[in-house]
């Protein structure tokens, strides 16, 4: 059974940073491309960072490039989303997301982000 939890949402400040990790578990994770969503309320859901399956290459949303910085640790079957520069319009719900070479793919429950003063 697939399961991709996030970890490590909250309230935080603007300017602030958050880590957020999602555990992997069901599916070759070590082969799968691994990216981290995010919805906000009234908009649709949008990609903010995708990394490959060994972790050389990373793509950044335009709002998010130079603050955000995706990683992944295949011996821990996880991926990491580290935010720092936080801002109000980062609050979302945001959701890990895998995709296999097959072209499988799967979601995770997703974990809210809050940025306020």
């Known amino acids: 059974q697939v399961h991709l939890v996030e970890s490590g949402g909250g309230l935080v400040q603007p300017g602030g940073s958050l880590r957020l990790s999602c555990a992997a578990s069901?599916?070759?994770?070590?082969?799968?491309?691994m990216s981290w969503y995010r919805q906000a309320p009234g908009k649709e859901r949008e990609v903010v960072a995708v990394?490959?399956?060994?972790?050389?290459?990373?793509n950044y949303a335009d709002s998010v490039k130079g603050r955000f910085t995706i990683s992944r640790d295949n011996a821990k079957y996880k991926v990491y989303l580290q935010m720092n520069s936080l801002k109000l319009e980062d609050t979302a719900v945001y959701y890990c997301?895998?995709?296999?070479?097959?072209?499988?793919?799967?979601w995770g429950q997703g974990t809210q982000v809050t940025v306020s003063s």
């Open positions: 997301h895998a995709r296999r070479v097959t072209g499988s793919a799967y």
């Open positions: 069901g599916f070759p994770f070590r082969t799968s491309t």
């Open positions: 990394i490959d399956s060994v972790g050389m290459k990373t």
